[in-house]
Each structure stands twice: as structure tokens, then as C-alpha cells.
């Protein structure tokens, strides 16, 4: 059987590595963060995650034999959640996107020369990377079918020629994973291919910056060139063609822990906001007694524990049942993304003037998730495609003999 | 450890017991449902009741020598969904408030000879059992402190006397257990104190009924009169004085089994919806395929799925702590009560004037549910009870030295 | 220069009737409403009737000349709102759909014999009469297109078939406006035609009840069976293929004065919540003095105030505009339909058990309300024509030279 | 009768105003925009206010001869929609916080003196000016009452002491008017008392700068220290004593001045949103074909037609019941400015990953206007203040003899 840990309830080294984390996040990582709208200073990113190393949370979803903690996903959650109550917790542990995704499709698919040549140092915090798939429209966006940048063999290896955007982290990576287009041949199918490319090829080239609102995270968020790219067949990740699937993979955990990391950052909103409650008087009273205020905490709590559980059952059934686990990942990333804005944007509203200026934290937080409502998939598109497969299923349970209960019924006479 | 079972993964008992309640949902209890806004027949429900034991789902929540299917608490949810899958069906099953409760409580702190006489013939549905708590205003409602039936020793016995309202099932119940305000003695302290008191015992009276928008239950929520009742010292459920202590021991899993029979409904409304939504057409497409109707659909999934997550947390904590998983029962209640009652308003609407007609039964499961956002503590009394909570622990854990965040920082010069 | 009328300032005949409407409702017709879920009686009906006569309030919308008050369009909303705080004031002065959407449509389109025919014993509250138009699946529903009712010419008449429903008030109605589809020829292009049928025409059959959630109106929303009914060429309301035309001229006007009606009883609902917020204690203090209380009534004024003020500017805009005041009329549909149930919602859930029984009626009012936010048009559908609409208005503005806005800039460099 | 001018209805120089303005802003101001996040440049300001002198739009609520358009307060919103149309707008046509409202109290209670020395400058666009009351806890906040800057009696003339805080457009400001806490004395009754300050008088002084999410205004919203500082007994505007009775004078239109700004800002939003949908595919369809978007887009027609209505039915009425009026705008701004932000959020949304960047100005407008969902009264402060006054309204008029319709009625028997 199959089952979620219950907080409280983890097994001791998951719990002891919880509590490891917080203390090292409270102690360590919170002093050193910068003023609100300001970047993450590198080299103090370093020195946090020596840091780290010391105080033994570094990486803790990496393998053991990387260097990591040796997490398993079922218990990522807690840890997780208590690095994201910094907003640069996850940068400090190495547990930060884009990173932590490759590192963990690295290991999934990666030949042993890639898992040597890229995850090693990745894991190890000496380099960075970043996941070069979104496009200028009309190109691949929400809709990855629109793929635009494509690879074409070249001798013994491949030509890459296209336009990415978005590209969180490219300005200081070592490597990106690149998601190109490729023909069909002999080999493999038409579809979609992952390479891995070091940046520093010839052709490769960081474009126009994209300011974002968020800001805590160095690099921003660049276009990149590929203008004839040459990269060898050893650069492709796993197989040619299957590049959307692979995506699939990537995504479903990568967007869960997407969820983790802000879901803490959610709980330190609520922090701020239950100190300022508690200890500021309003019309005589503690805000804390006042019902519009309860109203604000109580919904807060609300969204919080459903954001908790709806991870934690997603991270269980991922572990089961992949396909159902990144069915499921939808409705915990819609739910949480708007949760978590929605218990930040409270905070805001309940410490008044302070909490839009940059004396507290809270209005730059709403700017560091408000484009998690975007990426890895709207919200909206999120819906479509829940909205889909749920009448589907439906479908076709009727079709296999479901009593089919859309027709009304008409009774004669009064009841 | 303790843990959540995840869905598709429960133990094979579980997994069984869940498949036969489903199946005889679907075969033998939806065919019998009575026209929306109409109560389930007396008879009938003995008669479904019969082939339920004969099905073997009767009373999953029953220890075995009691007749049932000796489910444990922590895999109720997946029983009690299929269950309430039709609005008749918990009674069917023996699974219905306030008797799922009553069997629950009298279980846990009931003695050997009030289990033989009053658990006994409950939970094999030969008799019926009502609560005997609310109280007209000025007394207990949503503050018990109000409690104003009061009960007396009187000889070797006791005497009670007060006027309870809301008390669903009174009419055709047997016995009902009586809430009453007892001062301190020797022998236990001032507080509330329970009495089982048979129906027929000289001095109770039904009062006039109460008619609420609930329609499937027979009998109504009445108000029950007790003038001068006299019950013998064995009366006492648990210990005098502890009532409250036992409300609070009946009400966290009750419900939270609530949350899971109007979570079943809710699936129901889902499909009927879905049924619609894939066969119906306007503007000459598919309901499914306009984005209006696949919001409200992907909105109905998420409340859906988070209210199952949140359940089964819940469930699992209550296990472990019970004091914390009362606690998170509020959230739980507050959630699911709210989220139930979104997706078969969605339901409704989508199904347009079918849907408010009585040729579907989805106005009537609306009217249904509407009371359950009120009972065992309303919507706003639970908020308020969570953001007190929240708030003190989290004063207590400042004075415990946690860092307080709630003080604005001042930053000198530009950023 | 058109104008809004700002409450308080209104003509002074205006708000004479309205204050004499508000006295007569208060004094005269909330003492005779029905127990909640009962149907006003009939013979009742008749002589409350006669009192609003004696007491000058009959008919407000209608014009002197035929036994109403003469109202203006524009200062139909106070005296209407007035009319709607009882659930049954609007049927007492004969303002009550479907009656007084064909009274305005029989005055602005119907010939003079119509008029004595049908329009005045209508007016005078003598007769009552029915809209037929809805239709069953695949008919004319949300999409009028479909309609599947036929009409052919018959000698010097027509002959009617088809099958309508929810056809409100059919049962006591003495004649049906009926919309039928009816073929090109020299006279008149294909489309849709009125006719007015006295119920008592040979092939008229009313058929199976259609029960609903909402019950103060007697004689529910039945099936209508039109089987070879033959109608004389006088019976055309207006010109022939011009009934999708009319029913938008019938549909505008008709769509405000029911968000006026209910937002009337969105008062009244308030109104109770109010009372009982200023009397009852809980938690050791007044409701009023609760912050969720607070909020709930706060947002309860909000949905109110917009909702006058949205009813207020549609009416206006209808008398100088009709084409943009239809159009604005969506918007206020939608807005009121939903703000009123929000208003009833939360005085149920502020009332608690009360608010659930009869005891109060609001869980009636919610029932009555429930069917608005679907019919003339659901929320759903408005949306889809409002969102069509506003992105082809603005296409068109670019066409024409509006600047295009929705191109992403690129800016190089540091910001 | 006092009435509100309906759209499409104005009278004619309002429209020709509107047109201008409309036209003003498209033409001239909107490609003169910083980049998202960056301050208006004071010289550009300058240069844009002279071009607004030129084009006749210039300071449209200021009277003729202070040199403005001399618009009634009941057409401000048409032409105050029309500058905020660009957030930039209404600082090019001095129309912008504090200065707006400023003149607006000088125009009403300033003497001869005051207004040839201030508000002439002023209206010019020459200086401008500080509005300074909030103060740091536990000064004056959303709590008035506890205004800590105190003005006692100095020779002839005043010394003011204090700190106050969030006080935009200090860094730039001529002059402030100061509220401060007075004395009884035989002129005066204790009280708050607004006092003009030029900033260059000795003790005077802007302290650290608090930054805010806004950004398009120049100076921020720093602290101001008020040392000692001494001002003649002509400092007083108005009278010593009824500085609060003013604020609210101030606050009523300046509440509904921002209303009418910000409302103007989502129709920008709105249009951006609306090219963005009319343009970009995705899933092989136009979005504005898709429901979801489909949704938000009507969503955001009824916030922004339900904001007009309000706007205007306030406007109208505080014309014609001050007392009324002030009331009536807590209303209109907790709905629109939650409406604005709601609308801007939706384009934000709509446009992905543009909407989150500086390619398109929509998530800096989100910025820019989530301060005022706090500032001028939080939302939440409002709704406890609409909600008390509507509490006691009812309650007196209960007392006053109407009927009191909270108590639960007893039906006997079946119904």
C-alpha cells in the first residue's frame, strides 16, 4: 500500500531534516536576505550554501552519491516548504527551478558522461543551468505543439537554430536544456528533442533581457539565440522524438515542487501577518479579535492546509501512478498558485501601509509569485485541460456501461 | 509511521468493500430514490437496508460484532463517498447522521449494558436515534456555554427538563441522547453531562417540527420538549459533568463524515453535470468545449479533489492526535461544506432550467446541502474559531522565541 | 440632456408612489404572505388586488389610460423595488412577470383591437397571461435559433404546432403570446412570429407540470402542447418575422424589471439579517459587532448599492439608446442575478438554523432567486455575448484607428 | 431634481471636453510614457503640462479663473476616466493626487489670502504639494483618533511637532498642508487642525523615503519631520478645531477622484487585454473564442460598468446630500478599487508571460494600484464603517416603528 505521510508523523530522518532546515532557513538564510526588490548577490549565494553544506541541508532532493540529502519525492513536501519560507531558501539549498527540474530529469535520463559532465557540478552548486523551451509567439508557449526552434543533423551531430524567451537563469548558467524540433528519419520519430548545450558554444547568445516582476532571483529572465548551433549526437538528453515527453516528466514533479517552495513562502506571509495582528491596535481593539481580520487569517489557514494536502496526495500518487500523478499535478498547481497569491495578497491588505512598502516584505512576495500563476501552464490553460480530460473520462465511463444521468426527468401529476 | 492511503492504493478489503458499495449504490439504490423533495418512504428504507446486509456494505463503519463491516476510521472516506453518492444511500446503509455518530460515541464511552441495549439494535437499524443539543435562542447553538436543559439528581436518578430544536430524526427515533447542564458534586464537576433517554419515558413531547430545505430524510429536525423527564443513574453516557468533552470526541469525526457523504453527492452533481456537458449542445458545439462551461467544470474538479485531500489528512491526523485533528477538522468543514455547495450550484446552472426543475435532482441536492454550511458549527463560527487558534499559537510560539516579523523595517537612502 | 434620477430626488409624484407603494406593502401585503413554500392564493390574490386599486399603487407601469400609474421607464426602479421587498407585492400590483413584459410589449406593438382585447382586462388584473417560447431540447432554449414551433399559413389564419415549456403562469393564463417560426412569402421574411392565442383554442392542451425550486407564484411552469391550432391573421402581434426583434424589444425592459423585483427582496433579506445581527448575542457580544458579521453585511450593502446604481444607468440608457441600453442590460443581469443571491445567501448563513427553516423566509428567498441567475438569458450566456461582443467593438475601434496596444515591447538594456 | 448624466448624453461641452481629453491623451501623453516601473520625468512633466494648456485640457475640475476648465464635480468622471486612461494622464493634467483634492479644499475653505498664495500656483501647475497626516504607529493610520503631531500656541502664531509618514509628493511639495492635534481654548474646541506649511520653514524635514510598489509618481512617500516648526496664526485653513469635519470634506470626492482615475486605468487594461485576445492564438483558436478568456473578459465589462454606475450615482448624490454622499463613496471605493485591481489582474493573466514583463505596462498597473486598495480607508476598514452604519440605520428605524422581522416564526402542523 501506498501512502501519504501525515505531518508529524514523517519518519525520523525526514522529520530530523525538516528541523534541520528550519533552524538553518531562521538562523541562517533570513538575516542574510537582501532588501526587498533586490537580487540575490552571487557570491553571498555562495557563501550561504557552504553554509548549507555544513549544516548538512544542502540539496536535499539530490542523491546521496551527488551530494545531496537523498530525499525521496514523498517526503520532499516538508522539506521543501520549509526552504521556500525564505524566498531565497530554495537558491541557497540548490532546491531552486530551474536546477532542481534538470538535475532531476538529469538523473532520470541522462547517460552516465551527461549525469558526470552536467549534474555532478550542478549538484554540487558550482554551476548553474537553465531550461531553454518557450518562444516568441507564435512559437511554443502555452501550446508546445508551436515549437519553433529546430535542430536538423549535421554530420555526426546537430545544427540548433531558434529564439527562446523566458529563459529564468540564462544569464549566468553553464549549460541550458535545449528543446528543439527533429525530422524524422530512421533513428526515431518527429517531435520534439532535448539537448544539452553549454553556453558557451559558438552561436549560442543571451538577447534582450525580460524584466519580470519578480526580483529575488539574479539573471533574470533573457532571450537566447541559437544562431547554428553546432552540438554533437552525445549532447542529445535520452532519445531524439521524445522530447515532449520527457517535458511531461520534468514538469509534473518540477511543477509540485513549484508548489512546495511557495507554499512556504505562503506560511512566512501568514507569519507577518499573525505578528502584526497580534500586537497592533485598531479601533481599540487587537486586530486579531476583529472578524474582518479572522475572516482574512481563518481563510488564509484554509488555503494553506488544502494547498498541503492536495500536495501531498499528488506526491503520493505521482510515486504510484505517474500518469494519474501529473493528471493530478494540475489541480494542485492551479489551487496552490492561487492560494498562495491569495494568502500573500491578504497579508498585504492586513498590515496596511506597511505591507505595500518596502519596511515589510509582503507586496514584493506578490510579485515574486504573481507569475507563478503563469508559467509551467496558466491557470487557465491548467483548466482547459482538466475540463477535458474530466469530461472525457466521463464519456467514455458511459460508453462502457455507466448510467448515463443527463436526461431530465418528467414526472405527471403533483408531488 | 502514520499515513494517508492514497486512492487506487488502499488496502484490498478497503479496496473491495469500496467497489461492493459502489456497485449497490449504482444497482439498487438509485433506482429507489424518491422524486426530488420528496422523503425516503419508511418502509422502503428497511427493505434497501436488507439488501444492503445481503450485499455485505451495511454499516461499514461498525465493528464486526456489531453487525457492520468494521471499517477503520482512517479508510471511511473512500466507503462514505461512494455511499453518499445518492442521497438515500447512507440511510440505506446504516451511515447517516445523527446515528453514525450516536454509534460512534456510545462505542467509545458507552458501558457494556448501554452498548447491549441502545448500540446493539442501532447499528443493525432496527431502531433509530436522535441528538438532543440545539436550543432555542437564548440557548445553546453555536455557544454551548448557553446550554439552558438542565438536569437534577432526583432520588437515585435524575430529572430533566428543557426544550431542544433542530433535533433531526426525534420523530421516529427511539431513544435520543439528551444534553444537559448538571452542577458540581461529590461526584463530578459542573459542566454538561449526556443521558441516553428512551423517547417513550414520560415527559418527552415532541414539539412542533421544524421544516429546513432538506427533504430526503423523513421526519424532519422537530423540537423536542423534556417537562419533568425522570432517567435512572445508568442514564449517564460516560461521566456527568464531560459532556462537552464528548461533543467535542462525537463532533470531530462526525464531521468529517459528513465532509465524505456530501463529498459523494457532490461527484454525483459532477457527473450529472459532465452527462450534460458531453451530450447537450448550444452555439452549435459541445458544452464541454466552451471555455465557460470548462471553468466551471475544472473549478468543480479542484474543489473536489482538494476537498478529498483535506479529508483524508484529516482522517489520518485524528489517528495520531486527536486534539490536532479536531483542530484541522474545522478547516476540513469549513472547506468541503463550502466546496460541495459551489459544484452542485455549478451543476445547476450548467444544466440550465432543467437544473432548477425537479427534472433533475440538482436544485433539491442544493436545498440538501445548503443546511450543512450551517450545522455542527457554521462556516463563520469555525473561521472564527481557526483564526483565534492561529492566532495564539502563533503569539505563543513569538513568546517561545520565534523571531517576530511584524515590525516594518526603515531603510535609509535609495534601493 | 437624459438623466439618472438620484434617489431622494426623484419627481415628486414619483416618489409619492413610491412611498405610498412602500406604505401599502408594508401595511397591507407582508402581513397576507403565504407560509414560506406556499403558493399565493388565487382568491387572496384577487383581493389584495382590489386594495392596491383603493390605494393608488395598482399597475405602476401602466399608463393611466388603462387603469395603471403612468410611470416613466426611467423611474420604474424605486417604485418596482418597492413592489418586490414581499415576495408577492409585485403579483398584488399586477407588475409581475410574465404579465407585465407582454403588457409593455402589447402597448408598444399591438394594434388597437389587441389592445381592447387583450391589453386591457390584462391591465386591470381581470385576466392573466403566459410568455410561450422556450422549448424542449433540441428547441429553443439559450438559443433562439433553434426554435422548432411552426407556423403556416392556413386558409385566411395560421396553424400552430409545437410544444413548449417553463412556460410560467400557463395554467391560470387566459391567453399565450406564442413564438412560431414561419416561412418567407411576399409579405414577410422567414423568422419568427407572435401570435396572441386565448388558451381556450381548440388544440391548446397544457401538459405535465415542471416543478421548480421557487413556489410563491401559483400554477408553476408547464409543458404547452399547440397541436393543429388555428388562429386567425389578426392574431399576429406586430409584423411576421419580426419576433426575435420584439422579443428583444420585450426582453431589455423585461430583464430590468425582474433585477428590480429582486433586488426589492435582496432589501427585504437584508433587512431581516439586520435585525437579527442588532438582537441576538453570540460569542458574548452582537453580531453587528463581529467582523465576519460586519463583512457579510458590508459586502451585502456593496451588492446592493451597485446593483441600483447598474439598474439605475440601463434604465436611463434604454430611453436614449435602446440598441446600447439592451446590451448594458446583459451586464446588469448578470450582476444583479448573482448580487441579489449573494445577499440572500449570506443572511441564511447570518441567521443560522432560522435561516434554513421556515421559520424565516429566507431559504425560500434563495429558492425563489435561484432561477434567475438562468432564466432570460443565464450568466453564462450573457458572458459569452458580453465578452463577443466588447472584443468585437474593439476590433473595430483598431480597425478604424485606434492604436493597437497588445504588441510586447522590447526595451534594451538595464531599466 | 437632482439627476446623473447618462453616457452618450452629456451636455455638450462636457462631451467636447471628454472628446478632447480623450484625444489629448492618446495623442500626446501615452508615447510620452516611461517604461513600466520608472518615475515620470519632472521636466517631461512639465513639457506634457504646458502641451495640456495648449490642447484646452489642463486642470478640468479647477475653476475658469484659476485657469482650469471649470468642470462640475457631477461630469468629473467622464473627463477624470478619460486622463487615467494613462497612468501618467492625470499628473500631465494636474489632476493627480494630493494635488487635486488640495485645491479642491482650498477652493472651499481657503480665505482670499490662502488661495491667491497656494491654490493660484497651485491650479498653474507651477508648485505643487503634500497632503500630511498618516503617521508612524500608533499615530494616525486608519484610526484618526490618534493623531499624535500636536500645533500649541506660539505668540501670535503656531508650533507644530510631529512625525508623519506616506506622505506622497513631499520630496517635490511647495507647500503641505499638516494636520495636527489643538487645544480647547476660548476660540477653539480641542480637535484636529489643518495648517499650510511651506516646506522650506526651519524645522521641516523629509526624512527616509518608504518605498511602495507604485512607481510612475516621483518623490515616493517619504517621512516628513516636523521639528519646532513655527507658522503664523494664518496658517489655519478653516478653523482651528475642525480639521477632521474637513478631512472628510477632502476625502469625499478625493475618495471618488481616485475611483474615476483607476477605473480609467482598467480600461486601458481592458483594451490591452482585448487586442492581446483578438489577436494571439492559441490551441488553434482566437482567445477570444475561449471561454475561459472569455469569461474574464465579460467579468471584467460588469467591474468596469458596475464602477461607472457607482461613480456616477455618488457623484450625484453628494451633490445634492454631502452627508449622504461621503457615505455612499466608502461603497463605491471598496468596490472599485477591488473591481480595478480585479480587471487589471484578469490582463495580466490573459497576456502570460508579457503580462508579468515590462513588454507590456500591465503588471506595473497592477502595482500601481494595489496601494489603493488601503490607502483613503483599507477595504477592510470601510466595510467595518458600512457596516455599522447600516446596522444602526436599520436599528433606529426599528425604533422608529418599523416592523422588526428578525424572530423565527412557529408554524404548527404540516404545511
Redesign the interface.
Known amino acids: 500500500?501506498?501512502?501519504?505521510?501525515?505531518?508529524?508523523?514523517?519518519?525520523a530522518p525526514v522529520e530530523e531534516l525538516r528541523l534541520r532546515t528550519r533552524a538553518f532557513i531562521?538562523g541562517t538564510v533570513?538575516p542574510a536576505e537582501p532588501?526587498p526588490?533586490?537580487a540575490l548577490n552571487l557570491a553571498l549565494r555562495r557563501e550561504l550554501q557552504a553554509a548549507a553544506r555544513d549544516a548538512g541541508v544542502f540539496a536535499p532532493h539530490v542523491p546521496v552519491e551527488f551530494g545531496g540529502q537523498g530525499l525521496a519525492v514523498e517526503h520532499w513536501s516538508p522539506v521543501f516548504q520549509e526552504a521556500g519560507y525564505s524566498p531565497i531558501g530554495p537558491a541557497v539549498l540548490n532546491a531552486m527551478a530551474p536546477d532542481e527540474g534538470n538535475m532531476h530529469m538529469l538523473q532520470l535520463i541522462g547517460s552516465d558522461g551527461q549525469k558526470r559532465k552536467f549534474l555532478t557540478p550542478l549538484a554540487a552548486g558550482d554551476i548553474s543551468s537553465c531550461f531553454a523551451m518557450?518562444e516568441p509567439?507564435?512559437g511554443a508557449?502555452?501550446?508546445p505543439d508551436a515549437l519553433a526552434t529546430t535542430a536538423v543533423r549535421d554530420g555526426s551531430g546537430w545544427r540548433i537554430d531558434g529564439h527562446k524567451?523566458?529563459t529564468s537563469g540564462a544569464t549566468f548558467a553553464s549549460f541550458a536544456i535545449v528543446m528543439a524540433r527533429t525530422r524524422a528519419d530512421r533513428e526515431s520519430p518527429a517531435g520534439a528533442t532535448m539537448f544539452l548545450v553549454p553556453m558557451d558554444t559558438p552561436g549560442v547568445r543571451i538577447g534582450?533581457?525580460?524584466?519580470?516582476?519578480?526580483s529575488y532571483l539574479p539573471g533574470g529572465?533573457p532571450n537566447v539565440h541559437f544562431d547554428g548551433v553546432h552540438v554533437p549526437g552525445s549532447a542529445i538528453l535520452g532519445e531524439a522524438g521524445l522530447g515532449f515527453k520527457y517535458a511531461q516528466v520534468r514538469l509534473g514533479p518540477a511543477r509540485l515542487t513549484h508548489c512546495m517552495r511557495w507554499l512556504g513562502l505562503a506560511r512566512?506571509a501568514m507569519?507577518?501577518m499573525?505578528?502584526?495582528?497580534?500586537?497592533?491596535?485598531?479601533?481599540g481593539a487587537h486586530l486579531?479579535q476583529?472578524?474582518?481580520?479572522?475572516?482574512?487569517?481563518?481563510?488564509s489557514?484554509?488555503d494553506i492546509?488544502?494547498s498541503?494536502?492536495?500536495i501531498?496526495?499528488c506526491a503520493?500518487?505521482l510515486a504510484?501512478?505517474a500518469k494519474?500523478g501529473s493528471a493530478?499535478s494540475s489541480?494542485a498547481k492551479?489551487?496552490v498558485s492561487e492560494a498562495v497569491y491569495r494568502v500573500i495578497d491578504r497579508a498585504?491588505?492586513?498590515?496596511?501601509?506597511?505591507?505595500?512598502?518596502?519596511?515589510?516584505p509582503l507586496?514584493q512576495y506578490?510579485?515574486e509569485v504573481?507569475?507563478f500563476?503563469?508559467?509551467d501552464g496558466?491557470?487557465?490553460t491548467?483548466?482547459?485541460a482538466?475540463?477535458?480530460r474530466?469530461?472525457s473520462e466521463?464519456?467514455r465511463a458511459?460508453e462502457a456501461g455507466?448510467?448515463?444521468?443527463?436526461a431530465?426527468?418528467?414526472?405527471?401529476?403533483?408531488?
Not at 499573525?274 to 479601533?283: G, K, P, Q, S, V
Not at 498585504?348 to 515589510?360: E, F, T
Open positions: 500500500m501506498n501512502t501519504v505521510p501525515v505531518a508529524g508523523a514523517y519518519p531562521r533570513i532588501r526588490g533586490q518557450s509567439h507564435p508557449g502555452s501550446d524567451r523566458f534582450n533581457p525580460i524584466h519580470t516582476v519578480d529572465h512566512r507569519d507577518i499573525l505578528d502584526r495582528a497580534n500586537t497592533r491596535e485598531i479601533f486579531s476583529l472578524g474582518i481580520a479572522q475572516d482574512m487569517i481563518a481563510q489557514v484554509i492546509e488544502t498541503d494536502a492536495i501531498a496526495k503520493a500518487l504510484v501512478d494519474a493530478l489541480v492551479v489551487h498585504v491588505q492586513l498590515c496596511g501601509g506597511d505591507g505595500v512598502s518596502d519596511g515589510l507586496a506578490l510579485n504573481r507569475p500563476r503563469i508559467y496558466s491557470t487557465e491548467h483548466k482547459w482538466i475540463a477535458r474530466t469530461a466521463r464519456r458511459v455507466e448510467p448515463f444521468q443527463g431530465a426527468r418528467i414526472y405527471e401529476g403533483e408531488r
